[in-house]
Each structure stands twice: as structure tokens, then as C-alpha cells.
């Protein structure tokens, strides 16, 4: 790592559009993504049998977090530059960590919008009707310590899923390519595409939300705390905001 001629500290490494280069063998990231789809088949069919058979939810929790880390590991092992990498995608070259937070609850709000408004223009189509929103449901936490573990599984898929897509995907195709607005859009269709469990109605507002992150991710030169703040509240979150539905409904005022 370069250090800076005056004072010795170490320097962050290039930033991703300065002097874009592969972060891993080629064979490696087709690895990968041949490890996605499999997973991607793995979860359909585990999310089917599990919810017919009753799987506790801790224990789906437990299994879901292992996969993450598991993926996550595979990604580091084959980065070139293990350490460079961390510390471009967690290193915060531009705001403090407060900052970071607060970057991160307005990309929460911005990633809320995109999913509204994709969401919005599917109902005005068959896709509607496409969600397995019963397994989604039937994950959610009910009672305070599937909220405590909930919330850890929200961090693990912040963390892991952050550094796998806008960390290793999205540098690696803007390298290959040169168009980092084409590999934003990639890295988020294949993102949505991984969580084709939750029904094919599912990946477009995901990708949506990708999408987001992805131009937030460019504008922070690499640096993806503040996604990751945002991605942990949207999964966090989720479960407070399903499981009040039904009680703001039978609380509402009827006209």
C-alpha cells in the first residue's frame, strides 16, 4: 500500500474510476456467478419446503446468515488484493461515520421511493401476482429475540451482499467494460435475480432498489458504508412495517 510522502499514513487504495482494473481472475467471477444461480435454485426450493414444513424461524435465520458469510468468504478468497479491497469498499474517504449513517437513512428513504414506484407500475400488470409473499411472511420475526437475531441476519445481508455486488460485481464489470452506468444495471439485475425465492414480482423493485445503491456506491467513489446502512434498515425494517399492516388496517378510519 502507498503512503503519503509527509506524514507515513497509509493511503486508501486508487479509487475505482481512476484506474478501473479486474479485482479478480475472470474464472473466478464466472464461478461465482455460477454459485449465485445455484444458490438462487437452492433458496426457491428450500423456501418451499420450509414453509410446508414448518421450519422454525431461528433456524431459518441461522441457515440463511451462514450462507451469506459463506458467499461473502468464496468472493474474498479470490480477490487479488484482499486488503485493498475492505478497505475501498469500508473506508470512508469523504464523510465521518456519523455522516455515513446519515447518508445511509436517506438512501433508505431514496431506495423506499424506487421500490414504490416500481412497485406501483407491476400492479397494473400480471407480475402482481407473482410473490411468494406467504414464505416472505412466514419469515418475518414474531416475538423479541427472532427480533434480536432478525436484526443480525439484516446486518449479515448489508454487509455480505453489499461487498459481493457493489464491492466485487459492480468494480469487476466496470473494469472489464469501461461503462460503469451498464455495469450499475448489471450488478443490480443480477442481484434481483438472486432473490427469486421471494417471486418473480420480486425483482424488479429489487433491482430498482440496486439501482440505487449502485449510483450511490459511484458517487462515494467505492465506498459502501452508507449502502450498507441503507440495505440493513430496508431488511430490518421490512418486518416492522409488514407485520403493521394489518393492524393499521383494522385500526383505520373507514369512510
Not at 486508501?12 to 438462487?40: R, Y
Request: hydrophobic share 55%; glycine share 6%.
Amino acid at each position: 500500500m502507498n503512503h503519503d510522502a509527509t506524514t507515513g499514513v497509509a493511503l486508501p487504495p486508487p479509487l475505482p474510476d481512476e484506474k478501473p482494473q479486474p479485482i479478480a481472475h475472470w474464472t473466478h467471477t464466472l464461478a461465482l456467478i455460477i454459485l449465485l444461480c445455484l444458490t438462487t435454485a437452492y433458496g426457491r426450493g428450500r423456501a418451499a419446503s420450509q414453509l410446508a414444513n414448518d421450519v422454525p424461524r431461528i433456524t431459518r435465520y441461522l441457515t440463511t446468515t451462514t450462507v451469506e458469510w459463506l458467499l461473502l468468504g468464496s468472493v474474498i478468497a479470490g480477490v487479488y488484493k484482499r486488503r485493498d479491497f475492505l478497505l475501498g469498499a469500508l473506508r470512508n474517504r469523504m464523510v465521518s461515520t456519523a455522516q455515513s449513517l446519515g447518508f445511509g437513512l436517506m438512501v433508505y428513504v431514496m431506495g423506499l421511493f424506487a421500490v414504490a414506484l416500481v412497485g406501483i407500475a407491476l400492479s397494473m400488470t400480471p407480475l402482481v401476482n407473482q410473490r411468494n409473499t406467504a414464505y416472505v411472511l412466514a419469515l418475518l420475526p414474531r416475538s423479541p429475540l427472532e427480533f434480536i437475531v432478525w436484526f443480525f441476519v439484516s446486518a449479515s445481508a448489508g454487509i455480505c451482499e453489499e461487498l459481493i455486488f457493489r464491492g466485487y460485481v459492480l468494480q469487476q464489470f466496470t473494469a472489464w467494460t469501461r461503462m460503469p452506468i451498464a455495469s450499475i444495471f448489471f450488478a443490480a439485475l443480477l442481484f434481483g435475480s438472486v432473490h427469486l425465492y421471494e417471486g418473480l414480482g420480486a425483482i424488479l423493485p429489487l433491482t430498482a432498489l440496486a439501482v440505487v445503491y449502485g449510483f450511490v456506491v459511484r458517487h462515494f467513489k467505492g465506498d459502501l458504508r452508507a449502502v450498507i446502512v441503507a440495505h440493513t434498515l430496508q431488511d430490518f425494517l421490512v418486518a416492522f412495517l409488514a407485520l403493521a399492516k394489518p393492524w393499521l388496517e383494522s385500526h383505520a378510519v373507514k369512510p
